[in-house]
């Protein structure tokens, strides 16, 4: 008499049904550590550009054109609320602003990696004065880093501002 599917108790296919269970479970296991392998070489990639991220930030509040040359790609493309920066203009804004040390200030940030491609969303606070009065906008990013040569080079980048 063989045991019935719907849990007749039969030991031959309590046996079956366990031995199922364990392989589904040592492949999702392996699965998990495989992918857990992966996100390793992921997260390391993502720490090294949040650095950078946080460095660029430090660069810009002290106006140091030459930190910031050096992470941002030649043909760089940046966007910010709707237009279209080059890297030389980019830099010749920073030059002709006052350092401001806590001018601009990283929120939260998010970094995905795919290869030698980071892809950054986040929020920053930047403080302005002007004639003596204090603003404060917030902006949402998205910047896209690229590994060359073994390095991460800023390739592109936007911001527009969050609406009160």
Known sequence: ????????????????LMRTIRLLLVLVCATSLSGSAQEAGESDAAKAVRVLEGDRVKAQSRNDN????????????????????????????????????QQIVPEAMTVRTLENTAIVVGTYRETDVKDGKSSSKRWRFVDTWVKKKGSWMLVAAAAVPLSK
């Open 66 to 101: 030459h930190v910031l040359d050096l992470m941002f790609d030649n043909a760089l493309v940046y966007i910010e609320s709707g237009k279209l920066v080059t890297k030389g203009d980019y830099l010749l804004r920073v030059k002709s602003h006052k350092p401001q040390p």
């Open 1 to 16: 008499m063989q045991p019935e599917a719907g849990g007749g108790g039969g030991k031959p296919y309590e046996n079956n």
